[in-house]
């Protein structure tokens, strides 16, 4: 965990002060790059001129990824163009948003949405995930995460609070203790850190973050969607009760897809 307690906006730190976007691609999308696969969505940010810095543009259309796969879900990788994941908000929009639009959550319910789809979700992240970016990677269900990964909160730097989950995703992610040190403290979690307290799932090199990431969604494919499902729904549930594991398991103890399943198991041990 660096020890470093600046919050800037320079280009190594902080959030990132708006640039123009590029033009928007065949299907509208400005800030992303979408591949639809039969068994995953990939999502890259797109916005190189700003460090991936997410605006209300960028916000729009995750919002649009999300309707997509709330109709047909499906797993999906969030990776950051480039060499970083997300460098935080959009620092000339939130300078000019007022009461009303942080009571309208408008980042906090995106991440939220983002967090409930009903297919697991993986965030890969490469360099700096600052800010709103790093909420946006504590949404997730996984995250994977290169050397050079640092995740920080540098919002009391700029007058404002992680109001987008991190004050209690974070803590749940890897306890309060450590959540207060990168909240209150202003200490990063590089990518060492991040994984000695859990916050991701392992360290690949950079040229191999791609790679390792489809490689953990081809292990999810190769499990049954609906159990993947299921699972997340009761890890996720508030105040989870026994009962909810049996009404879960005899929903999935009457699909065809878990007969089948263990069938091909029992024949596979009699070979």
């Not at 020890?3 to 902080?14: C, F, L, Y």
């Not at 994977?144 to 109001?163: C, D, K, N, R, Y």
Request: net charge negative.
């Amino acid at each position: 965990m660096s020890t470093d307690h600046r919050a800037t906006t320079d280009d190594n730190d902080g959030d990132t002060v708006n640039e123009q976007s590029p033009a928007d691609d065949a299907e509208g999308f400005a800030t992303l790059r979408v591949e639809r696969r039969e068994d995953r969505t990939v999502v890259e940010l797109y916005r190189p001129e700003a460090r991936n810095a997410i605006n209300a543009r960028m916000i729009d259309e995750l919002h649009r990824v999300c309707a997509e796969l709330e109709s047909d879900p499906r797993p999906l990788l969030l990776i950051g163009h480039g060499t970083v994941f997300a460098g935080g908000a959009d620092i000339s929009e939130l300078r000019e948003r007022g009461r009303d639009q942080a009571l309208a959550g408008i980042n906090s319910r995106l991440f939220e949405r983002l967090h409930r789809l009903q297919a697991p979700t993986v965030a890969a992240v490469d360099g700096w995930a600052l800010g709103g970016g790093a909420e946006l990677s504590y949404a997730c269900d996984i995250r994977i995460a290169t050397p050079t990964a640092v995740f920080a909160q540098p919002e009391p730097g700029l007058g404002i609070i992680a109001g987008a989950g991190a004050c209690w995703r974070l803590k749940e992610l890897v306890g309060a203790s450590v959540a207060k040190q990168v909240l209150l403290g202003g200490f990063r979690l590089d990518a060492e850190a991040a994984l000695r307290h859990g916050l991701i799932a392992q360290i690949v090199p950079s040229e191999e973050l791609r790679e390792s990431a489809h490689a953990l969604l081809d292990r999810m494919a190769g499990s049954s969607a609906l159990a993947l499902r299921m699972t997340k729904m009761v890890l996720d549930a508030d105040g989870a009760h026994p009962l909810a594991d049996d009404l879960t398991q005899a929903v999935l103890f009457e699909s065809a897809d878990k007969h089948e399943r263990m069938t091909r198991f029992l024949e596979r041990k009699k070979r």
